[in-house]
């Protein structure tokens, strides 16, 4: 039978060894388990006579008391220590900057009207919306196109089946934003400035033209509105979307049945290598139609020609998105192709706003 000075060694060198929880465990049974060794020593006492017992029990009591000690000492050790070990693993440095995720990427058509909604909105224009689905009288008659008008033909027009043959059932996909003008003058009256973004349809398809693309319609109405503020609204927002003071406009008459005068404007821009690049080169793109309303326009919608006047525009959105970041086909934009969003698209956090400059 080993001695208590023996036993006391043995397990105080086994404890501080052990090197978890487990092994821990393993000593604290091999002295302290049903048939540990202080346990069976303990359990002699019964056996030896009074005097003995008097004599062995308090420093056997002392050995229990000790080893019990030493285990709770250690396993608060091993505890402290295991956490020491995860947090040693898991340390991380968290003054390094951010590592940027992308969730998505906003498309270059939506980014362009997020920033022409900037723009125009710091002119004091309001946002308008209208269905794409749209009546023959608001896409046509309205805007000055009655059912024989020759105008008609070149707008290569989706007809849809009304739901029932009714008059006044939508009829068409819309074939231009310009719809939203009558929409607004009739629901909200003049005076008015408001801008109106949105897809439209035609049946066309080849480099620049695909069967639906997008336009901005301007429209603002006052008592002393010209051609001059036209101008200026116009050459004000392409400086601005294009972040470039010398920004090109060519404003070459034309015909627009709900204009009177009329107006094409065209862009300076170059092709050069499949790139297309504004502010250089000496190629023209055209890139908006625009005009005094029309008096049949006003007169359609309750406007009070004696009194009221003003401007119109629409643009191609997708134009000046193809431009501004030099994108040369227009088709790959309604392909859905994710290498290409990745590559032209934009962060969601990147929120055009004038003050903040349009690009970050
Ligand atoms: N709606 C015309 C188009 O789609 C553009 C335009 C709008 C022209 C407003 C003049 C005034 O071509």
């Known amino acids: 039978m080993k001695s208590i000075e023996i036993l006391r060694t043995e397990y105080l060198t086994k404890i501080k060894e052990a090197s978890s929880d487990a092994e821990l465990e393993e000593v604290r049974i091999l002295?302290?388990?049903?048939?540990?060794?202080?346990?069976?020593?303990?359990?002699?006492?019964?056996?030896?006579?009074?005097?003995?017992?008097?004599d062995i029990a308090p420093l056997l009591n002392a050995l229990k008391n000790e080893i019990n000690q030493a285990i709770a000492n250690k396993r608060e050790a091993l505890v402290e220590e295991e956490l020491d070990a995860q947090i040693r693993k898991e340390w991380l440095d968290i003054t390094l900057p951010g590592r940027s995720r992308r969730i998505g990427s906003i498309h270059p058509v939506n980014q362009t009207i997020d920033q022409a909604v900037a723009i125009f909105s710091a002119m004091g224009f309001s946002y308008a919306e209208g269905p794409q689905i749209e009546t023959d009288w608001h896409n046509f008659d309205a805007l000055n196109m009655p059912p024989e008008h020759p105008a008609r033909q070149e707008h290569d027009t989706f007809f849809i089946k009304p739901k029932d043959t009714?008059?006044?059932?939508?009829?068409?996909?819309?074939?231009?934003?310009s719809p939203v003008q009558i929409r607004s003058m009739t629901e909200n009256g003049v005076p008015i400035r408001v801008i109106a973004p949105g897809r439209v349809?035609?049946?066309?398809?080849?480099?620049?033209?695909?069967?639906m693309f997008h336009q901005i319609e301007g429209l603002a109405i006052d008592t002393d509105l010209t051609m001059a503020n036209l101008k200026w609204v116009l050459e004000e927002f392409c400086r601005a979307f294009f972040e470039i003071d010398n920004v090109e406009l060519r404003f070459r008459a034309s015909h627009f049945p709900f204009t009177e005068p009329s107006a094409e404007v065209d862009i300076k821009c170059s092709w050069g290598d499949g790139q297309l690049k504004i502010g250089e080169g000496n190629d023209w793109l055209e890139i908006l139609g625009c005009g005094m309303v029309h008096p049949n326009v006003l007169n359609a919608s309750g406007v009070d020609l004696d009194k009221y006047q003003g401007f119109a525009f629409g643009m191609g959105l997708d134009r000046i998105a193809m431009l501004k970041y030099g994108i040369p086909d227009l088709r790959a934009f309604f392909e859905s192709d994710i290498r290409w969003l990745r590559h032209y698209g934009f962060s969601p956090v990147d929120t055009p706003a004038l003050h903040s400059g349009l690009s970050l």
């Open 166 to 177: 009714d008059n006044g059932q939508p009829n068409v996909l819309r074939t231009h934003t």
């Open 201 to 211: 349809y035609r049946c066309d398809y080849d480099q620049t033209h695909t069967p």
């Open 31 to 54: 002295a302290m388990g049903k048939k540990g060794e202080i346990t069976l020593k303990l359990r002699q006492l019964g056996q030896m006579d009074l005097q003995q017992r008097k």
